[in-house]
């Protein structure tokens, strides 16, 4: 069985924990020597309740019911002796030691409490104290936010601790405050406690969020004014003015029904908003508005553009060798301004080689290069409206320079893999070479499963564009032994290939000089 002593303030007991076996005796001993005091108090928690053990007064022992006849008290030394243990006797075991004019050694902590001046408070303007309460004897307090600790800067947030309480004063409190929930923790040497934890509503805003509107609105289309007033506890309430008159229109949204029916919007007119939290009694009001909503004729009149139409080459072109013109036209509206973008960044005339008409109503590259393939896109708008088109052009070019990755040594049975590499649009298609031999490959990598002396040499790779007719080669140098490749430098591995290559050349010399000898 364990039983832990723990110090109090006054160091009155040792270090625990102290160790007895089931059925035994034991004595728990104190650090106080022939103390003056009116009563000793010994008590057991099991981690869940407290009761008293027994009381040793000047002149008499009083033992609770349920330790009678188990335990007895040293009057001198305040030794606790405790028989014949049992299983419900494993736990934390206390002494509180009271003087003669009432003074206690020590006393667990108990009933942490938090209180507020305030049941709610608004950003800014309010002043918060929060007080912390506890019983308990050399007491130390700590506030937390969360999980984390609250720390005073002593200007806004100030802290000031008493024997039994701590007081936290939060002046022109912020929604950031006591986010928590916030804790209070209070402790000495014998145990720590903490409160439950505590919430406080801090009511904030209004602020208002700007919104982008157009200048002119078709009318009968799906538009309207929004009000936003995000950062707002609790949520705010919207009212609308036509110049200085409210409207009778609530909500965050105004619709353009709404204003048609009041009769408005037939000319640039100021509209705006206010925003009101019933709890901070702040009112923001919002930028005016200004707005003329068009009315037009269903379908839509020759002002509003429609049918726009980006039309580009359907012929072949090939970098290098071709030109084209690409043309933005609507068949209805007037075009105010025309925008053009290739694969959605705007797009200028650069380097002479683009040009634009008068108009930008059309695009002319001169010659092409492969960077001019992309999506185009072409933008038309006026006051009313505003419709684009795109188109995708393709450039064909290459291939680039070929380029092959790979092992330029290997050892028998390794597998090896070799890649081939041509930036071509279309993409190119290849095919290789071993020793000038063409062979059956057709795909951009050369895969051999396992390596033998055989495939030894210089293995080409080409790749080719159908539409351009451009060929582009590369070639790489193979060299397979057997042994350990591991501690070759790169200029042995070099020098093997070279003396592969060269018994391959003295090969092929003598089989031809042998050749013409015979008769």
């Known amino acids: ?33 022939n103390p003056e005091y009116a009563f000793m108090i010994w008590s057991f928690s099991d981690g869940t309740d407290q009761v008293n053990i027994a009381t040793q ?8 019911s349920r330790y009678e006849s188990r335990v007895s008290v040293n009057a001198t030394d305040g030794y606790l002796t405790l028989r014949k243990l049992t299983r419900e006797d494993n736990g934390d075991y206390s002494l509180t030691v009271v003087s003669a004019d009432g003074t206690t050694s020590t006393e667990p902590v108990s009933d942490v409490l938090i209180s507020s001046d305030v049941s709610e408070a608004v950003e800014h303007n309010s002043t918060v104290v929060l007080t912390c309460t506890a019983k308990g004897s050399y007491l130390k ?28 004063t939060v002046t022109g409190i912020l929604r950031s405050d006591l986010t928590g929930p916030v804790y209070c923790t209070a402790t000495n040497n014998l145990q720590k406690e903490k409160s439950a934890p505590f919430n406080l509503t801090v009511h904030y805003g209004v602020t208002i969020s700007p919104t982008d509107t157009p200048r002119y609105v078709r009318a009968k289309s799906n538009f309207n004014l929004s009000c936003s007033a995000p ?25 353009l029904e709404v204003i048609q029916k009041l009769g408005l919007g037939k000319k640039v007119e100021a509209f705006s908003c206010k925003a009101e939290n019933a709890k901070t009694r702040r009112v923001i009001a919002s930028s005016n508005v200004h707005g003329e909503f068009l009315t037009l004729s269903s379908p839509p009149s020759p002002d509003a553009i429609s049918g726009v139409k980006l039309t580009g080459p359907g012929s072949t072109l090939v970098a290098g060798n071709s030109s084209t013109n690409l043309s933005c036209k609507a068949t209805a509206g007037t075009v105010a301004t025309t925008t053009w973008l290739k694969d959605g960044a705007p797009l200028s005339a650069s380097g002479g080689r683009l040009v634009f008409s008068e108009d930008k109503s059309s695009l002319k590259i001169q010659p092409l290069q492969k960077e001019d393939g992309g999506e185009y896109k072409c933008q038309l708008t006026n006051p009313v409206s505003s419709e684009h088109d795109s188109f995708r052009l393709v450039v064909n070019f290459g291939p680039e320079p070929a ?45 051999i499963e396992k390596a033998s002396f055989k495939n030894s040499g210089t293995y080409t ?10 060929n582009s080669t590369y070639s790489h140098t193979l060299a397979v032994k057997e042994g350990d490749l591991d501690g070759l430098s ?8 070279i003396a592969i290559l060269v018994a391959l050349a003295a090969a092929i010399g003598l089989t031809f000089y042998c050749r013409q000898k015979v008769p």
């Open 490 to 497: 790169d200029g042995a591995i070099a020098g093997i290939v």
């Open 141 to 168: 307090f700590a506030w937390l936010n969360g999980n984390l600790p609250l720390v005073a800067d002593n200007k806004r947030i100030t802290l000031k601790n008493a024997d039994t309480s701590s007081t936290l």
């Open 57 to 64: 007064g000047q002149t008499a022992l009083k033992v609770n």
């Open 231 to 255: 950062s707002s506890s609790p949520a705010a309430s919207f009212t609308w003015f036509h110049g200085e008159k409210q409207m009778e229109a609530t909500g965050p949204v105004l619709t």
């Open 403 to 447: 380029a092959v990755q790979g092992k330029d040594a290997v050892e028998v049975n390794d597998p090896v893999t070799l890649t081939c590499s041509a930036q071509s649009v279309p993409p190119a298609s290849y095919t290789w070479k071993l020793n000038g031999t063409l062979t059956a490959v057709k795909t951009a990598e050369y895969v």
């Open 1 to 33: 069985v364990d039983f832990y002593g723990r110090c109090a303030g006054a160091d009155i007991l040792p270090d625990g924990p102290v160790d007895a076996t089931l059925g035994s005796d034991v004595v728990l001993k104190t650090l106080l020597t």
């Open 461 to 470: 790779c080409e790749a080719h564009n159908a539409v351009t007719g451009q």
